[in-house]
């Protein structure tokens, strides 16, 4: 079992659906963070949080450090939303999840 | 200012070469971590700087893997007898502050071809 989970795997919206994208992990950690990975490949990290909720735009990022779990959102989704998310924890290292490929369809 | 700014962009080399790759962070920052992405697989943690030193190496893959920074700036990561299963994409990261807890701004990337 991975360290770090994340679902779904893969995710097709239409434009302007709300999305979710989950993460679990089980290891402790000193901050949870969520990359966007746009095809050709650079990494944007949108946030980094340790405890409760972030907003920056029309993303949203919260996490229960009790329950090891964090979740992504996505308002008002639009075609350019299309990306690989990912979610990483850091301590000594970082351990990444798998991503997520969402899609957003006009 | 400036990103994080890694060179080569590419690199095919033969197996059994050395390679070295290097990475320039944003200015300032201390510290300094390097990652590898392989095709349809996801991102691997390979090591960490704050300044010059290492203070976890664990994640290289192989003695044949090490990396240097000096001047608390430049990094080179160098694969020695290379392997076609060194072929990835390398990915360097930097931060002002340490221990992954501060956010990270990623390079564009180095693809190495091992034939």
């Known amino acids: 079992k991975n360290e770090v989970e994340q679902s779904p795997q893969n995710l097709t919206a239409q434009e302007g659906e709300f999305i979710t994208i989950n993460c679990s992990y089980s290891?402790?950690?000193?901050?949870l963070h969520w990359l966007q990975q746009h095809p050709g490949g650079g990494i944007v990290s949108l946030f980094m949080?340790?405890?409760g909720k972030k907003k920056h735009g029309r993303l949203i990022a919260t996490i229960n450090i009790q329950e090891k779990h964090s979740s992504l959102h996505i308002t008002a989704s639009h075609p350019r939303d299309s990306a690989v998310y990912i979610c990483a924890v850091s301590g000594n290292d970082m351990r990444f999840g798998a991503g997520t490929r969402l899609t957003v369809k006009p | 200012g400036a990103g994080v700014s890694q060179s080569p962009s590419n690199k095919v080399t033969e197996k059994g070469k050395d390679v070295e790759l290097r990475c320039d962070p944003i200015?300032?920052?201390?510290?300094l971590y390097w990652y590898r992405q392989s095709l349809g697989q996801g991102l691997e943690f390979l090591i960490y700087?704050?300044?010059?030193?290492?203070p976890d190496k664990s994640g290289l893959p192989s003695d044949r893997f090490s990396a240097e920074r000096t001047g608390g700036s430049v990094s080179t990561l160098t694969i020695q007898r290379t392997q076609q299963e060194d072929s990835a994409v390398y990915l360097c990261?930097?931060?002002w502050g340490g221990g992954g807890t501060d956010t990270q701004y990623f390079g564009p990337g180095t693809r190495l071809t091992v034939l």
């Open positions: 990261a930097s931060s």
């Open positions: 290891v402790g950690i000193s901050a």
């Open positions: 200015s300032g920052h201390t510290a």
């Open positions: 700087f704050q300044g010059n030193s290492a």
């Open positions: 949080l340790s405890s």
